[in-house]
């Protein structure tokens, strides 16, 4: 005779996979810088008298959000363009790639590439997917790496991390809200190097 305990243990595992959660946290970081960069690129436009000189309109027009699933190792022509020498041949070589890639261009004062890395994760974050995450920043050189995940970050991990910016560095940990399409960040965990953060339908965006 078959018990229910026996029955339950013959059933494999549901285990979520990282690569459903990849499109609807991309969606979420493009809507939400896309705003940033718009919003910079009005506030400049207000600043400046009408018409903008042409070679001005040029550098804003350079203004733009990109990003990609990179975590099967394809790169786009178009990010790899944005790469310098250094990071394609790990890629190459070493074949390093972070689950979502990206960069924005905000125009003016600067149209240089600022470059984002992403790792996702469906469980809660650990020491090891905090190292792994930054390890992809600093490789690449990105102005912003985030580490995200669908479950708050454990208690014993912020309180470690919160003190130790040797292990976390300027990394940004996230909570991804599923239901909203929000990102949630503990306040002792906000990267300290911005000053800008906007606080949007109870939800603390760090636009940086």
Known sequence: MITMSQTEKSKPKRVRKE????EPILNALKRIFEEYVNSHV???RKRMTEPLPFNL?????????????TAKGHFSEKLKEELDDKALNIIRVEKFSPDIMGFIR?????SSTELITVEVK????TIKNISRAKLYKDIFKAHYGMLISPKRIPEEIRRFIADRDDIRGKLIIAQFDETNRTFCFHPSIIPLFSSKT?????QVLAYF
């Open 19 to 22: 690569e459903q959660l990849y």
């Open 42 to 44: 009005e506030s400049v």
């Open 57 to 69: 309109k040029a550098e804003l027009e350079k203004a733009c959000v990109h990003f990609e699933i």
């Open 106 to 110: 905000k125009g003016i004062p600067s």
């Open 122 to 125: 469906t469980d809660k974050i």
């Open 198 to 202: 906007i606080q949007k339908t109870n």
